[in-house]
């Protein structure tokens, strides 16, 4: 089993939808999580920390399950600027690297 | 407030030829500094990271070697290039330590090379 999956997508979208990613983890003893944006032919980009109780910005809420070893990203009224590849990040050894998922392409039509 | 530089942007080079590529970072002491590489399509795979000035942890086996000779100076070289090589080169940085969820990495603006 992978440290990290995601699914790779693509999700198309209309804009104004909600949409969700889930992420899921092996190790049990994970830390710290995050949730990164990637667009085309860039570097990511941090977009949110997820904490224990759930965290919101704006549009963006971060969610996580420790049972179950997932972590969520839900996106609400969606954006064509939302479009982009979004990556899990789980730091499962201590905080010195951590662990990229492969990421989820969102793609937010007209 | 912390910046991290990495050039060049864009690199052509021949199969066999040397690499260097740099990695600066300011505004901050002591940082953990990392090189990835992404393939085309596919997700960040780590090289190198770094805890300190001369502690270098590799890894995967492969043709590339890193250096840190300064604090804030990391560097990534191949004395000859592999046409796998080829791929999106990017250098991270994060706070030792980072135990606090909010930390995580800042990616320098990455390097596209391209072995021909």
């Known amino acids: 089993r992978k440290e990290v999956e995601q699914d790779p997508g693509p999700f198309n979208v209309p804009e104004g939808a909600t949409v969700a990613f889930n992420c899921t983890y092996s190790n049990s003893a994970s830390q710290s999580f995050f949730w990164y944006r990637q667009d085309c032919r860039k570097e990511p980009k941090l977009l949110m920390s997820?904490?224990?109780s759930g965290n919101e910005d704006g549009r963006f809420t971060a969610q996580l399950n420790r049972a179950s070893q997932y972590i969520s990203l839900l996106i609400r009224d969606s954006k064509l600027s939302d479009s982009a590849t979004y990556l899990c990040v789980v730091n499962p050894k201590g905080y010195q690297k951590v662990t990229f998922g492969t990421g989820t392409k969102l793609q937010v039509i007209p | 407030s912390q910046t991290i530089h990495q050039w060049p942007a864009t690199l052509v080079q021949p199969v066999g030829s040397p690499l260097s590529l740099e990695c600066t970072v300011e505004g901050t002491s002591n940082p953990n500094l990392y090189w990835y590489r992404q393939a085309a399509g596919r997700g960040l795979q780590l090289l190198f990271y770094s805890v300190g000035i001369g502690q270098i942890s590799s890894e995967v086996p492969q043709n590339l070697s890193a250096s840190r000779p300064q604090d804030r100076q990391f560097i990534l070289s191949s004395k000859k290039l592999l046409l796998s090589d080829s791929g999106f080169y990017l250098c991270?940085?994060?706070?030792?330590?980072?135990?606090?969820?909010?930390?995580?990495?800042?990616f320098g603006s990455g390097t596209r090379l391209t072995v021909v």
């Open positions: 991270a940085w994060s706070l030792v330590g980072g135990r606090t969820p909010n930390y995580g990495y800042t």
């Open positions: 997820v904490y224990s």
